[in-house]
RNA sequence: CGCGGGGUAGAGCAGUUGGCAGCUCGUCGGGCUCAUAACCCGGAGGUCGGAGGUUCAAAUCCUCCCCCCGCAA
């Protein structure tokens, strides 16, 4: 199939190359201009755009979809459909309608839950012991479209966003040839999304990671695993800087301390006592202009009085 | 030139009124102990990120460069 890709982060990047792979012909890839980023504002390429150049496809990188330029392209490239992966842009209307077989999305979530910017993180923030990857039509509502496929997989009570983030990219990529398959076949399956199950996942920001010890112990410690490596947990009881937490691990430590409070700090991590009673052992962090470190070699410069 | 923090022993950090290179942990040797990740004694381990400059004297002051981290999502 004949196909536009439109995607920017590194999530998008397997759905990219899974089509590929599968045979399509990706007559053009639209992403994100360059933008200035990271120290010294040095002008960086979306990691779509370097999966695309390295497969010699053709780039495309509008400021704006709305000006008819960005329409004109893509009638130029002729598409019979278009994939979009946190692509990070509203399509107008004209072009949903431009593709003979529409455009399509991959999203990290199941849909209706999770719908927005930061699905994978608030699935694991939340605690959730399940996600998926849903594939969907792109609608004029913001991941409203009817849903075309799904996944799930577990998420495990230990593991990262991060580590959940690339198990899902592997499979929406997977998914996602396998409903390519069902459209060049026609007989993909509409399903509504069920408005009584929609929530909402909104963008991360740093008001998120300062940590509130009054919570358990496991909701905190979702927190952490929830918002590594960005914008991270943090807390202000080590020191008078904050210092960002980045692994920690719940333990069965029963404590009547206030919550906040250090409880011991040896090379096994530190143990700080939560709102539930129960005791967070913090394993790694970051202080102020330091790297990231283990808690042992924290405390050897940063040493903690009980 | 976007803003700021940092680079000192294997690890993490002190140390800028310029004047013998320090601390904790680790490591090695010895001791104590029924025993130990505990404790005691001793030792090794440094081009103080790199290059130049100022000075009788630079980790410390000046200039340039390299690398790491945070902010900016």
Redesign the pocket.
Known sequence: MKIVFMGTPDFAVPSLEAILEAGHEVCGVFTQPDK???????LLPPPVKRAAMDHGLPVFQPEQLRDGSALEQLRTLGPELIVVAAYGRILPEEILHLPPKGCINVHSSLLPRYRG?APINWAVINGDRETGVTIMEVARELDAGDILAQVSTPIDPDETVESVHDRLARMGGKLLVQTLEEIERGNVRHIAQNPAQVTYAP????AL?PIDWNKSAVEIHNQIRGLV????TSTDIFSREPV?IYAAAPTETATKQQPGTVLSAG??GIDVACGDGRVLRILEL?????????A????????ITL
């Open positions: 200035p980023k990271n120290r010294g504002m040095k910017a963008m991360l920001s740093r990671s490596p960005w914008p991270a960002k090379k096994d970051q202080a102020p202009g330091g790297r990231r470190m283990a042992a070699d924290y405390l050897r410069g940063h040493p």
